[in-house]
């Protein structure tokens, strides 16, 4: 069965460095999301992104956050200048159509360390 | 502001027995709704789920039944297998917006 699948699976950097989560999702998929789930909280949306645009976003993602698709396999999300507050589960998700009959697919996670 | 709500952080079943997982949610936008099922060290993993049409989904040993007027969910599993042992997690959208909201999940143990 196809997955989306992320690298790394962990990922440990300083505060106030850069860091890129990169996700490969489903091929046939064109809809494609992070969502973010901090230890012991729940799991939170932070962007979606359909035909090379941000189609919506949370509060969560500010300025320091971007996503990209550079061709056509992979998917990433960009935190500019990391904070402690940005450790948590980072889960990339695609689906196949914008319907919400279409179940969104998740990868198993980039565990980012902020230190 | 929790929209989703899952009460139980965690529910023990004995094997074979029907497992009841519940979910609350507040925001009356919300017309679909989904169970996930998570390992550890993995990804959600979709299960099943409902439209705001329909007060109930069925597929095979999960049904999913929905009370708009309660603004309520439940999973029911039965019969619950050992495999069944993971954190089930509800979750919801509607109102236009495209990005899901879940619950803080409810971790299922299924004891033999």
């Known amino acids: 069965e196809p997955e989306v699948t992320q690298t790394p699976s962990h990922q440990v950097t300083q505060m106030g460095q850069e860091v890129i989560l990169r996700c490969v999702p489903i091929?046939?998929?064109?809809?494609f999301y992070w969502y973010r789930q901090i230890l012991g909280q729940k799991v939170e949306f932070l962007v979606s992104?359909?035909?090379?645009?941000?189609?919506?976003k949370s509060e969560i993602f500010d300025d320091q956050f971007s996503v990209e698709r550079p061709d056509g396999s992979n998917f990433t999300l960009k935190i500019r200048s990391t904070k402690l507050e940005d450790s948590a589960m980072y889960f990339c998700?695609?689906?196949?159509?914008?319907?919400?009959?279409?179940?969104?697919?998740f990868g198993n996670g980039t565990r980012l360390t902020v230190t | 502001d929790q929209q989703v709500k899952q009460n139980s952080p965690s529910l023990s079943v004995q094997e074979g027995r029907i497992s009841i997982l519940n979910c609350d949610y507040t925001?009356?936008?919300?017309?679909?709704f989904l169970w996930y099922k998570k390992y550890p060290a993995e990804g959600p993993t979709f299960l099943i789920s409902?439209?705001?049409?329909?007060d109930k989904n069925e597929d095979g040993r999960f049904t999913v039944f929905l009370n708009k007027s309660a603004k309520h969910l439940s999973l029911h599993i039965v019969p619950s297998q050992p495999g069944d042992s993971a954190v089930y997690f509800c979750?919801?959208?509607?109102?236009?917006?495209?990005?899901?909201?879940f619950g803080k999940g409810t971790h299922l143990i299924i004891q033999p």
């Open positions: 409902i439209s705001s049409i329909k």
């Open positions: 925001n009356s936008m919300f017309d679909y």
């Open positions: 998700a695609s689906k196949e159509r914008g319907d919400y009959n279409s179940p969104l697919h």
């Open positions: 992104f359909y035909n090379n645009e941000i189609s919506e």
């Open positions: 979750a919801a959208s509607g109102g236009g917006a495209d990005g899901l909201t």
């Open positions: 091929s046939n998929h064109l809809y």
